[in-house]
């Protein structure tokens, strides 16, 4: 049966787990930890694929991805704050707070759009320059949005900024279902269909024609400047809308979570997915932030394994500073074994053409 | 009026004079060679008139239009499509996507029509892949429409890039040495495609070459360019027996 | 105006600190076009370095040298011993990649997870205590015409040139410079041409470490509080001031790392210190707004 429910067959499963984890979320069974990292890994997921528009289809060398996360995160705690919160410096709420869940899609979509035309800082510099001088460009961008932001002291400064838990409990009091959890989810499926169907359009593989050969792209009729705007602005709308999600799971930023070493991160989730491969950095993302989470509880378990092994004396702990060790030291390792990657360009379904007859993703 | 007009063209780099009050007018329907030595200036030409290089002195009208400070992909827009001396295909990309991204300018759609899939993106995308179908078809390509053309042979992607270079649909095709590492067999076979192109598309061809068998087969018209310089034109005959044309090939020595 | 040129030996002294990190990555990148992550964080190690050769040379072990003795030993051994860290990283990091002919931008992402496992390998072996190094150079203050100078800045700032004198030398004088100058120009031809493409790496790796090394003796000197995160920012800043004058080029490094750190020592300067990084990176946006490719850089013409 060729039918259509075949081939959506996957769509459906998919809808079908999203669902579930709601549920799930929704009678208490998920308990918050890991309702939280199932929310971080979301937003790590529109982080790993807006990125890798840009360092895999485009190949150029953003590494100030965290700074575009940072503007989406404040862009959106200010509009939250000034909205559903009485603050001492941003005012009482301006709105009712039964308008929350009709409002918060669009404090999204805004700190999506300013994220993007900070976009802009490094889009424009790229018609110029490439290589490894765009890279010094991004990273010198990301530490200007971080210096910025903490010298406007209305926001907070290098203190940070909280007030968002207000906007989800406003969004509590209309309904009480697990709203971020769904929000994430929205936001993450939203980004990789958006993703997906630039790539794959003729107009979105303009962008791999500029990576692969970008003088037969200009004369061959793609308008490389405006395809290298279209990638940039909207692969950092993506991060701006994953940095208002971050903040609004958290109930609190500070630009310092945004600074090189978030981009770094990107960069890791990119590279070790493979560059150009959307299933390879949503599977990098879901790898890596579980294995971040995961050694959270495997650090104290090795510890007591070698401390009964008799390997480590008895005064040394194993502290979770080795997580930071054994990340990298992991990620060296898995580089030498796949140096193109995970996926290396290819989808999932490239690799498993079956695949294609159960799912429908365009 | 002829298609493309180009006057008093100057080109210099830094110090050096690449290219000096080089004028030409190709009219519709014609086949035009451009020959000369080693760094005679021919490929500069060429970068000038689709675009990639800004012209120091001089202008370039195509069709009553004048390209100065239009970017090459604009140029390409009015109707100019060219092949490079060292092929340059994407090559990490099927060949029917080489050929479809050739339409790239007329897509007809935008951004939001792609994020969204509206209907005007369905129908162009179909169109593309109707006309892009159609070239692999003329050229005799379409057993390869899913192959990388890194992995085709070298007279192939030749010819793919040739295709690629007809998608645009251009008026006038500008073709950088075309034979260049094509061996007797290929180079006969690229002889008929590049005649059979000439007439089928009904285009003006503006052609670089060095070996004389392709020149003399094609060309109704050539442009002899010696250090920056057209030093003779005329009509294949004539070039064949011009002394200043075989001095700058041979060195005046043999005169 | 005696205030502005306070500033200016302030200016000096941290150039010199940027220019010998930038170096490292000009060096490297200049043969290998590989932007070695990792190196400001050899720059820690080799900081750290010399606090355990100092500590133990004037320790408990009982060399009985005098602390100007130890300070000679000290910056050789630190020198060698860092390079001996650079080269391994090559080795067991980068070389295997390369051979793999793996994308280049993996190798710059390992180079970064390798400073991750420095720094944080660092603190987790030895733990969050702050380490001092000992002190081995009496402080002299010198007063000229109301500008107090150190013999300390002084000796940094002259290392730093010195620095740049001997490695102009070697690479445009001695075989090694000329094999290095060529590898970064035809990687392919250099084997059928009889030079061993490896002994050139290992090379340029051992001289960028030694002189990070050098300038983490100079920087622990100058601010003996040693952090295993030290090296980031300045790795980074360093990073920023070799491509500002023009990745691969030494004079670029040079020229970088001073122009880096006179912005900002005259930013801190003339308004509240934390809008240093926003104006430090703000200007060098523009200069690379304006010359693409550095202030050394030649810019590369696509030939078609």
Known sequence: MHTAVQRYTLNILLALVCLGLVLAAYWDLLDSYVLTVLMFMGINIIFAASLNLVNGYMGEFSCGHGGFMCVGAYVGSVLSVICFSSNKILGAALLPSTLAPWIFPLILLASGFSAALFGLLVALPSFRTRGDYLAIITIAANYIIISLVENIDIIGGPRGLSGMKRTMNAMRDVADIPWMLIWVMIGTLVSLTLLRRLVSSTYGKGIRAICQNEVAAEIMGVNTDRVKIVAFMLSSALAGVAGALYAHVFGYVNAQAFNILKSTEGMVMVYLGGMGSLSGSVIAAMVFTLLVEGLRFGIPALDSLLHAAHVLPADVVLSQIWKWVFIPLLLILLMQFRPEGIMGNRELWDLFPRLKRWIRFR | ?255 | MELIIQHLVNALQWGSFYALIALGYTLVYGVLALINFAHGDIFMVGAYIAFFVSTMLLGAAGFGLSSFQALVLTIPLTMILTSCVGVTLERIAYRPLRRKGAHRLYVVITALMCGLVLENGNLALLGASRRTLPEMLDKVVYNIGGIAVTNLKIGVIFTALLVFVVLQHIVTRTRMGMAMRAVSWDKFALPLMGVALDRVIVFTFMMGSGIAGLGGVLFAMSYPVLDPYMGVMVGWKAFIAAVVGGIGDIRGAFVGGFLLAFVEIMVTAFLPSTFRDLFAFAILLLILWQRPTGLFGVSQTTKI
């Open chain 2, 1 to 255: 009026m002829a298609l493309l007009a180009v006057h008093n063209l100057t080109q210099r780099f830094g110090g050096l004079q690449a290219l000096t009050d080089f004028n030409i007018s190709i009219a519709d329907r014609e086949f035009v060679g451009l020959i000369g030595p080693n760094g005679a200036g021919k490929t500069t030409v060429f970068n000038l008139v689709s675009g990639f290089y800004e012209p120091t002195e001089g202008s370039i009208t195509f069709d009553g239009v004048p390209t100065r400070g239009l970017k090459p992909h604009s140029v390409t827009a009015l109707g100019i499509a060219r092949t490079f001396q060292n092929i340059r295909l994407w090559n990490n990309m099927s060949v029917l996507d080489n050929i479809r991204l050739a339409r790239h300018h007329w897509l007809g759609y935008s951004l939001w029509d792609a994020l969204l899939r509206t209907r005007r993106f369905g129908d162009a995308e179909a169109g593309v892949d109707k006309t892009s179908w159609e070239m692999l078809e003329l050229m005799e390509l379409e057993a390869y429409a899913g192959e990388f053309p890194k992995n085709l042979p070298y007279g192939l992607q030749r010819r793919v890039e040739l295709a690629r270079a007809l998608s645009v649909k251009p008026r006038l095709l500008l073709l950088d040495e075309p034979a260049a590492g094509l061996n007797s067999a290929d180079v006969d076979g690229l002889i008929r495609v590049v005649d059979w192109i000439y007439s089928e598309f009904g285009i003006s061809i503006w052609m670089i070459e060095h070996q004389m068998k392709v020149v003399m087969a094609l060309c109704e018209r050539i442009v002899v360019l010696n250090f920056g310089r057209i030093i003779a034109e005329g009509s294949p005959g004539q070039i064949q027996a011009d002394p200043g044309v075989i001095g700058a090939y041979l060195g005046d020595g043999m005169l």
